[in-house]
């Protein structure tokens, strides 16, 4: 019988734990499907993993880790992808806002025969203002810099092993999941769902924290700021061409050039492109920095019993 993994990146939702582990194995059983929930705390600062090991102690098809400090959800979902077994694995939020029924309309889609099934949203659900103009700004421009439609794509998605073992395989530590597997290709398929209300707890994005994931993936992804550069370069070498001409003529009929403020004008937006394509090469050079070094990307520091031992470590 077929095994579906449940990857569940969990940072602080020691309240969240007990129930989505009780939903999730519920279900699976009513199903009968053969499940493993396999729920990363990523460095909480509350009881998160105590709360799994008690899930875990109640229920043998539920696995945990625990990172030795927060490593961002991305790591959490490339090590619960890392502790896996199943033939097919489901990544999802342990808060139940990505709702649970949508993994069945998951699974019989991958006993069809699809290899990776993207959860779309219909509807962001409740969310603050400022959040949905940064997320749908961010979105926009990743969809343009990555050439898909990425602003209803979630990280909620059913990925067949196959898959699995090609995200593991990529040897670079800055990825972007929920674009990774568009880039992966595949049988690919797509279901939709609503996003549900947060039950317990509360968000732990913040705008700023949203900004800064955005630049990241953006650049993690496409170099198109680079061209940008180049772009502004053009730009600023067409306008001294003119200003040149200009300049010349007036020397040349004996109107010598008035202007101080020209020049202090000239030097700011030199200056100004100057320190913005700096900024843009920076922080290209901070990204390789970062993948040269090749440090894990998350460090485990304790597992529940049921994981091979093996499995303990960095990823
Ligand atoms: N998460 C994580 N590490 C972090 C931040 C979040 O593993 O540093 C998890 C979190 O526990 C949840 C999921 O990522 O399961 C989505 O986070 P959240 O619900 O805060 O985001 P939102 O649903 O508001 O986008
Ligand atoms: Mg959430």
Not at 113 to 127: L, N
Not at 289 to 296: A, D, H, L, M
Request: a negative charge.
């Amino acid at each position: 019988m077929a095994l579906l993994s449940i990857v569940l990146p969990s940072y602080n939702e020691e309240q969240n734990i007990a129930n989505t582990a009780k939903v999730l194995s519920e279900m699976m059983e009513q199903e009968q499907i053969d499940y493993e929930l396999i729920f990363v705390s990523d460095g909480s600062k509350d009881n998160t993993y105590q709360e799994i090991l008690k899930a875990a102690a109640d229920n043998p098809h539920v696995k945990g880790a625990e990172f030795s400090r927060n490593f961002g959800k991305e790591a959490g979902i490339f090590a619960g992808l890392s502790l896996a077994l199943g033939d097919a694995v489901v990544v999802m939020d342990c808060d139940l806002q990505h709702p649970p029924q949508v993994i069945l309309e998951m699974w019989k889609l991958w006993q069809e025969g699809y290899e990776v099934v993207e959860g779309i949203k219909t509807s962001r659900g409740k969310e603050s203002i400022a959040h949905k103009m940064s997320a749908g700004l961010f979105y926009k421009i990743m969809s343009k810099l990555i050439k898909m439609d990425m602003n209803a794509s979630s990280d909620y998605k059913l990925l067949d092993r196959k898959v699995v073992d090609v995200l593991l395989e990529l040897p670079e530590k800055n990825t972007f999941f929920r674009a990774l597997t568009f880039w992966a290709g595949f049988r690919t398929t797509t279901v939709e769902y609503e996003v549900q209300e947060r039950m317990y707890g509360q968000s732990k994005w913040s705008v700023i924290s949203l900004m800064k994931y955005a630049i990241t993936n953006a650049t993690s992804f496409s170099t198109l700021p680079l061209q940008l550069v180049t772009v502004m370069g053009m730009v600023s070498i067409l306008f001294s061409i003119i200003l040149a001409v200009q300049t010349m003529f007036k020397y040349l009929t004996g109107n010598a050039v008035e202007g101080f403020t020209t020049v202090i004008l000239l030097v700011l937006i030199i200056g100004g492109f100057i320190m913005l394509s700096l900024g843009i090469i920076g922080h290209y050079i901070a990204r390789i920095y970062e993948e040269v070094k090749g440090r894990p990307r998350y460090i485990i520091s304790k597992v529940t019993d049921n994981v091979m031992g093996n499995a303990i470590g960095r990823g």
